[in-house]
């Protein structure tokens, strides 16, 4: 059965500086992959998706992925952190047929400090 | 109204009471998903209904019964229900293959 691992259950970062959240999965093919934030008191919005091609994805917000398929990871990455991103972060995969079902990692917490 | 809502947002329960969670698309999408969200706990897909297939957790305890009557209108019916059942319950609902998934804001549920 695929997994999603995200090591880091909390980051703190300082305004303005630079963020990567990582995480790996665990499956015998390439997957489709995302990540989805989550704000207090909201469902999930997707940030950005990989499902071929250019390994680098650009998401929404500023936000950017890069598939590594010799580590088996995707990891989040943002410039130059905003308070609003204050949030939690999900890395999932999907498999499949229909790659209808996606399994979610434990998340990470985002604390921006002023 | 757009996107996916999710009624009642707050619930709170005993064990022996009856209770449904009720959510609705507007997006014209084909699938629908409930999911649980527990504290310190990877998201758990519980359900999914589409046009191809109806996919249940094979680990969700049968006292969790959902209902899907139209491709924009899913239910999650509950019934004696255990404390560890408390957590936010999401719906979503998508088009097509893999892609996106849009995520209402929840129900949250506590039982007493």
């Known amino acids: 059965a695929q997994s999603v691992t995200q090591p880091d259950i909390h980051i703190t970062v300082s305004e303005g500086a630079s963020l990567e959240l990582r995480c790996n999965y665990s499956y015998g093919a390439t997957p489709y992959l995302f990540w989805y934030v989550q704000s207090p008191g909201q469902g999930l919005q997707l940030l950005l998706k990989y499902f071929s091609g250019d390994t680098l994805v650009q998401g929404i917000k500023g936000f950017e992925a890069e598939f590594k398929r010799s580590q088996s990871s995707f990891n989040l990455r943002k410039p130059s952190v905003h308070w609003s991103d204050a949030a939690e972060y999900f890395c999932?995969?999907?498999?499949?047929?229909?790659?209808?079902?996606?399994?979610f990692g434990s998340g990470t917490q985002l604390t921006v400090l002023p | 109204e757009t996107g996916v809502t999710q009624t009642p947002r707050h619930l709170v329960m005993g064990m022996t009471n009856k209770k449904s969670l009720k959510c609705e698309q507007h997006?014209?999408?084909?699938?629908m998903y409930w999911y649980k969200q527990s504290a310190k706990k990877p998201l758990e897909l519980m359900f999914v209904y589409s046009l191809e297939e109806r996919v249940e957790n094979n680990s969700v305890p049968s006292r969790f019964s959902p209902e899907c009557p139209n491709s924009s209108h899913l239910f999650l019916h509950l019934h004696t229900l255990q404390p560890e059942d408390s957590a936010l319950y999401l719906c979503a609902s998508s088009h097509g293959g893999p892609g996106e998934l849009f995520f209402g804001e929840g129900s949250r549920l506590t039982v007493l």
């Open positions: 997006l014209g999408h084909n699938a």
């Open positions: 999932a995969v999907a498999v499949g047929g229909s790659a209808r079902q996606l399994t």
